[in-house]
């Protein structure tokens, strides 16, 4: 894997180590991020209670949408490419039935079922360039219920995130495994987003292993992700916005167009 930009890469090479995917090799420390954060659960949870019917869970991850949605009763197939971030869900289930879980890609997967909601959270949609993002909102409506419900979140980026000249934000979780820095690295001109980890463990107080993780996504803002929604044969029912800032999270509950 190619070196990422800016701090992250400085400090890899420094470090003398040789950056591996986040999702596969990385799980673990995406999974010490991504359990802290309790975005978007609340407003998923009540779209499932409105919804009614099966939930089809993209992205699935390690379960941070996922759990809360059984623990309500909900019955869930959840479905992720990273058969690493799986293992680490079914640990967590409360039975081995309790939810489907399918090692599938996004943009191809096929199911024997249609669902009352599909659920693609946490910006996960970044993670496809176009082409990826029309595959997948095909498969989307192919699984998805006349009268069911799409909810898919995005990142809207303000103007210094998209300007030609890369800007990095930097931010740091201490926790019980060691020190976690993650680094966002926007490159406007490319229109890409790469994420890169730094995980420091600490043992008895000494570090004793770092290692560096990597993901680039595209920088896909809501306008573009609603003509293409438009497109795949889906129409905008709701829109939510977060707090303004550098990067506002966009909600979008989406239904069949008639």
């Not at 009614?52 to 019955?75: D, I, Y």
């Not at 959270?121 to 498969?139: G, I, M, P, Y």
Request: proline share 5%; charged share 25%; net charge negative.
């Amino acid at each position: 894997m190619s070196t990422p930009p800016g701090t992250a890469g400085a400090l890899a090479e420094l470090y003398g180590l040789e950056p591996v995917p986040l999702y596969s090799a990385g799980a673990g420390v995406y999974d010490d991020i991504a359990r802290i954060d309790r975005a978007e659960i609340g407003d998923v949870l009540r779209l499932a209670q409105r919804a009614g019917g099966p939930v089809l869970e993209l992205a699935c991850g390690s379960g941070r949408v996922t759990l809360p949605l059984l623990a309500r009763g909900h019955r869930v197939v959840a479905l992720d490419n990273s058969a690493e971030l799986l293992r680490l869900l079914e640990n967590r289930l409360p039975d081995p039935s309790a939810a489907r879980l399918v090692e599938a890609d996004m943009t191809s997967f096929a199911l024997d079922e249609t669902f009352g909601l599909v659920v693609l959270a946490a910006t996960s949609v970044c993670l496809l360039d176009a082409r990826q993002r029309a595959a997948a909102f095909e498969r989307v409506r192919a699984h998805l219920a006349d009268d069911g419900l799409f909810y898919v979140s995005v990142l809207d980026l303000a103007g210094p995130l998209r300007a030609p000249r890369p800007v990095e934000r930097t931010s740091v979780l201490v926790g019980p495994r060691g020190v976690t820095s993650l680094f966002q690295h926007f490159d406007g001109r490319r229109g890409v987003r790469t994420t890169s980890v730094l995980h420091e463990s600490v043992v008895d107080g000494v570090t004793a292993g770092r290692a560096v993780y990597v993901s680039e996504i595209d920088m896909v803002g809501s306008g573009e992700l609603v003509e293409e929604l438009g497109a795949a044969g889906f129409e905008v029912l709701e829109r939510r916005s977060g707090p303004a800032g550098e990067q506002v999270q966009v909600q979008l509950v989406c239904g069949r167009r008639r």
